[in-house]
């Protein structure tokens, strides 16, 4: 069978390495995942509590207009009900947004080094990635982007990732701001992806939620998958205008988000104690990193989200194996371009010690 070549190349999105693999390859009893931005808490105790009693329910389909849910986002964000779309995770919202805006050969434009989702879902529907390099401190180059909008007329997305992963940098206000007025005058939507947005501790930060009532032609994604602790489960958000949220409603598929995901979503968006607790922990842990990558000497990238992307100055694909062998699960960016960086999830106390001592240890060896 023929088929086209951009799906030959495709390359599958790289994840994680599970825990059972690496006590499975390694014969390890004890194995620490600080790989894929997971929350090392779990979710909150409401919405385990609210799954087990979905249970009852498994049989049925779940409600396709997941109303409960929509309703406990639409009143935490104090945003109207019919301004919000779901996802199975964000990443379909990615999916079905380029789906639903770009012609086989049309452009969505992009950094380097930002979310790889965006190329993957572009390159499946027959799109292609304009990327712009990253500024000299790691962070998507708005005025490089202003400039690419420009000179190409068909660019009808683009993914801005704030904060941004691989690389933890996000935009300021007023970078933002200068960006989106630009991009209003044109036929393009600006896609500000907020996964990590509970996070962000920069004063200069601002969500797209606040700057939408001025631009209308963002649209904002977020996820239970991080600070909410659900990633398993597959819950993702759009806010956008009500036509942008039609269309998405037209083009997914029924019954995208399971009951039991919609269920464990309503109860966890309610418990926003568990969230600061989420927040704290990560703070905690993440300024230990930076403290410790400082005094080794390692440069790193501040970071807004729950990890941290350090650069080890030696092939990370080793140093990837090294660590993986004394149990801890980090995450290798060479398919970022960046091949001397490893991403470090921030864990829980007992996990950040010992994926520095690790490092540590693994960096002795090498000299
Ligand atoms: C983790 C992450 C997501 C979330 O993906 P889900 O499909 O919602 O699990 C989205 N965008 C970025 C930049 C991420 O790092």
Not at 42 to 54: C, R, T, Y
Not at 120 to 145: H, M, N, S, W, Y
Not at 244 to 249: R, S
Not at 344 to 351: A, D, N, Q, R, T
């Amino acid at each position: 069978m023929k088929v086209s070549r951009d799906i030959l190349s495709l390359t599958p999105y790289l994840p994680g390495k599970p825990i059972a693999e690496a006590k499975r390859e390694f014969g390890l009893d004890r194995v620490f995942k600080l790989a894929s931005n997971e929350n090392p808490m779990g979710p909150s105790p409401a919405a385990l509590k609210a799954i087990e009693a979905e249970l009852a329910e498994i049989h049925r389909y779940p409600d396709a207009a997941a109303f409960a849910m929509v309703q406990a986002y639409s009143k935490l964000l104090n945003v109207p009900a019919n301004e919000i779309a779901f996802g199975n995770g964000s990443n379909e919202l990615i999916d079905l947004l380029i789906r639903i805006y770009c012609e086989p050969g049309d452009a969505i434009a992009t950094s380097q080094a930002a979310f790889i989702a965006y190329k993957i879902c572009a390159q499946a529907a027959r799109v292609r990635t304009v990327e712009t390099p990253l500024t000299k401190d790691g962070a998507f180059d708005l005025d490089a982007l202003k400039k690419a909008v420009e000179n190409d007329s068909r660019i009808r997305l683009v993914f801005i990732a704030n904060p941004n992963n691989p690389t933890g940098t996000y935009v300021s206000r007023d970078k933002l701001d200068a960006f989106l007025a630009a991009c209003a005058t044109r036929e393009i939507l600006v896609v500000l992806d907020e996964a990590y947005y509970e996070f962000v501790r920069a004063k200069d930060y601002a969500s797209g939620i606040e700057l939408r009532g001025r631009y209308p032609n963002i649209v904002v994604l977020r996820t239970m998958s991080k600070v909410y602790g659900l990633a398993a489960l597959r819950v993702g958000f759009a806010i956008a205008s009500p036509q942008v949220i039609d269309l998405i409603n037209r083009v997914r598929n029924p019954f995208n988000v399971s009951s039991l995901a919609q269920a464990a979503a309503v109860a966890a968006l309610a418990d926003q104690e568990h969230v600061k607790r989420v927040c704290q922990l990560t703070w905690q842990g993440l300024d230990f990193l930076m403290r410790e990558f400082k005094a080794a000497g390692l440069p790193f990238y501040p970071s807004q989200g729950n990890f941290l992307l350090v650069d080890c100055q030696a092939d990370s694909e080793k140093l990837f194996n090294a660590l993986l062998r004394k149990g801890v699960i980090v995450r290798p960016v060479k398919n970022y371009g960046l091949p001397t960086f490893l991403r470090i999830s921030v864990g829980l106390e007992e996990e950040n010690l010992a994926v520095i001592e690790a490092l540590k240890s693994a960096l002795g060896e090498k000299h």
